[in-house]
């Protein structure tokens, strides 16, 4: 039976979809705003609709989370680009694959069942829940559905996705941060919350003198 659900989830990855991946723009002190969810997923996680300088309205693109115990809460969040959360994790090449496969289309989660199960799918890769979690504190148990819808992603990163290779992901270490770009401190430290995926803009090298 885990299999045929398995083979289900993978089939409806070809079926809400990110636009065409195209690299975001955001750098090493780039404010941002992480807005709303889509749709109601129910495990606190993504996706979630992220405003790069915020003012021009509407959003840029949609992310998911790396930590599952981090929250937000803030209104603006000053990045930091990486390759790791900001405890020194470092990005698994896997969830590098899933989340570019979801920007380019190929991964469409058209309900909150899908988008539940790639969060969940990113947090299993990133060590931040056991495989057989219910995810029961704080947040609602995952259901069987997005459980096996978990397990057919995980399938289909682990087949495809080549080690060593960060299909042109990278993290965002989001640290709390007033309109005008200053960070907000408490007990005399920068305020680090979430971690959050995007794609990484295309650095061209200056041509040679």
Known sequence: MKSLYAAAAVAALSILSAVPATADPVYTGTIIDVEDTVGSPSLGGGPFQIDVNPQDGGYDFLTFCLERSEGLGYDWYRVETAMSTSTGDPLDYRTAYLYSQFRKGAIVLDNDNKRDAFQLAIWRLEGEVADNSNYSDPNPDSNSTERSLADGFLSLANTNAVAGNFYGVGVMQLFAANENGSFIYKHGKVINR????????????????
């Open 194 to 209: 979430q971690d959050l995926l995007y794609l990484q803009p295309v650095t061209v090298p200056e041509p040679a003198s």
